[in-house]
């Protein structure tokens, strides 16, 4: 923290530093985390991760995501930053309109604006906002406040301190899905009023965007495991299947898994309800809009954007013209790139919170929390440092003033003698000075080692055998290895190289366990080109 108030790692959303940043993205089922390297202004997707959460009816839902957070730690390696995106079906929105512009100004009074709109009290909340649209010429600013109870955010952020995750950030799902979406250059253009719906597995988020400013949020409680249980319920007792079943089918094969027309069309009918409720949200919204401002467009994201034909049954039931938001967009500029081949719609919400795009990198719920604390401590250290400085300083001149002739005449007597033991030893002649001495004699001292190690056998037959005992332990047309170089020295070998996925990384996981290696690495790139895999071999017997 005091590097970052003496030398800033980032200006905005400019990083002066190289970070790595993990943003974690908790569901009922399942944990998604995506790695994203920050450099300027350019962001690369490193890797992408889903942690299950266990069905285990022994523990509460609070416990099976700790335990899956733990697991999830151990994936996830080094990193930087740990960002979180919070539900918002536990956040209440307001939009207020103030008479200024700036944005330290504005998280200074908003919380004050917005007191008496909230349903609790503002010392039981924590608020922070966004701007929506600023205009400087009428010194006029619309901002969209997120407000939430603080005992939700302190249970969230200690499932973080339980599995010993620090967090730096968390934010609200729904604003980072609208901060990624306004950044995407194809939908920048855009000049119809989109409702940008995120179909998630237990609820839908709602986000309505007039001229691509956000203006109301709605979060309703179903989902597609909802239209699957209507699925489950409406099916004859001899075609009853597991509700996960039905969850995993329709997300593969939408309404076309059977060739019975009687299932197809409880499928179908199953999210023609989950839809008309979405049609009421924005029918009930759009008679507060002017007549020039009804809604032309939805735009598809979540894991319900993965459906095969979503985009047409929901545009023939809503009647409005219906896209899917396509991962592939994420990629543009040069700024966002990926070493992802294939981006899930699923984990769209984690990579838009690692991203963290210009409008939202300045929200921070948890930051918001610890702000005055964290105040008073940067006040205090920096009082402490100047003091301790000063004491240093004054120390240090005061020894130097009373050492310094002492120090000098010692420095040279050590030269001196150092300088005849080398003479000695090594049959020295013309040396100017110790360092001269030192060059002189590390010369003379390897040429020697190099002659002892020439008449070594052990050493001369060593790279052959750990070659032999490597071709035993790792069979590379199995794995399709594909080997830049090796490297084998003091006991270690090293290797540069890569196989084609996942599956391949295990097999040479399991490969490597093998006597030749002690304690071999957990793998977790398969392209190990860059970051090579470092084996500590042991000691080969000789026949």
């Not at 080692?449 to 055998?465: G, I």
Request: with cysteine.
């Amino acid at each position: 923290m005091i590097s970052d108030v003496i030398i800033p790692e980032k200006i905005g959303s400019y990083y002066l530093f190289s970070k790595k940043i993990v943003a974690i993205d908790i569901g009922r089922s399942e944990i998604r985390a995506s790695i994203v390297l920050a450099q300027g202004h350019k962001r690369t997707i490193l890797s992408l991760i889903e942690e299950k959460i266990e069905n285990n009816s022994n523990l509460d839902y609070q416990e099976r995501v700790v335990n899956a957070l733990r697991e999830l730690k151990i994936r996830l390696g080094q990193y930087d930053y740990l960002f979180a995106s919070f539900s918002s079906a536990s956040v209440v929105f307001k939009e207020l309109t103030l008479p200024f512009v700036g944005e330290k100004k504005i998280k200074m009074v908003v919380p004050f604006e917005v007191e008496s709109l909230l349903p609790f009290t503002l010392d039981q909340a924590i608020v922070d906002n966004i701007i929506i649209n600023e205009n400087k010429k009428e010194s006029q600013t619309e901002v969209l406040v997120a407000a939430v109870k603080k005992e939700y955010i302190d249970q969230y952020i200690n499932l973080f301190n339980q599995a010993n995750l620090k967090l730096d950030k968390i934010t609200i799902d729904i604003l980072d899905l609208y901060g990624l979406y306004i950044s995407i250059p194809n939908y920048q253009s855009k000049t119809k009023n989109v409702a940008l719906i995120d179909l998630g597995l237990n609820n839908t988020r709602l986000a309505l965007l007039i001229d691509n400013q956000l203006k109301y949020i709605r979060i309703i409680p179903h989902g597609i495991k909802s239209a699957a249980q209507k699925i489950q319920n409406n099916l004859e007792n001899d075609l009853k299947i597991d509700l996960n079943e039905i969850v995993n089918n329709l997300v593969r094969f939408g309404i076309n898994l059977s060739e019975s027309e009687s299932y197809q069309q409880i499928t179908k009918n199953s999210l023609i309800d989950l839809f008309s409720e979405l049609q009421f949200t924005i029918n009930t919204y759009a008679t507060r809009l002017k007549a020039n401002q009804e809604i032309k467009l939805i735009i598809i994201t979540g894991m319900g954007a993965e459906i095969p034909g979503i985009k047409e049954l929901i545009q023939n039931t809503i009647n409005i013209e219906t896209d899917v938001l396509e991962t592939k967009k994420i990629i543009h500029n040069g700024k966002i790139t990926s070493k992802v081949s294939s981006i899930p719609n699923s984990f769209l919400i984690s990579i838009a919170t690692a991203l963290a795009p210009y409008i939202t990198s300045n929200f921070n719920l948890y930051k918001s929390q610890e702000e005055s604390k964290e105040n008073r401590l940067i006040i205090t250290q920096l009082a402490s440092i100047l003091g301790l400085l000063l004491l240093i300083i004054s120390s240090f001149s005061l020894y130097s003033y009373l050492r310094v002739r002492k120090l000098k005449r010692s420095v040279y007597d050590a030269q001196s003698s150092a300088i005849q033991e080398l003479k000695k030893n090594f049959q020295l002649r013309d040396v100017r000075d110790l360092k001269d001495a030192n060059k002189k004699a590390n010369a003379e001292l390897l040429k020697q080692e190099n002659a002892w190690q020439q008449l070594s056998v052990k050493n001369r037959y060593s790279m052959l055998k750990y070659l032999s005992e490597l071709s035993k332990c790792i069979n590379p047309q199995e794995i399709q290895l594909d080997l830049s170089s090796i490297d084998i020295k003091n006991n270690k070998i090293i290797l540069y190289g890569s196989v084609p996925g996942y599956p391949q990384l295990s097999k040479l996981q399991n490969q490597l366990k093998c006597p030749l290696f002690k304690n071999p690495p957990r793998l977790q790139d398969y392209n190990f080109k860059a970051e090579p895999i470092i084996l500590n071999v042991t000691d080969i017997q000789e026949s």
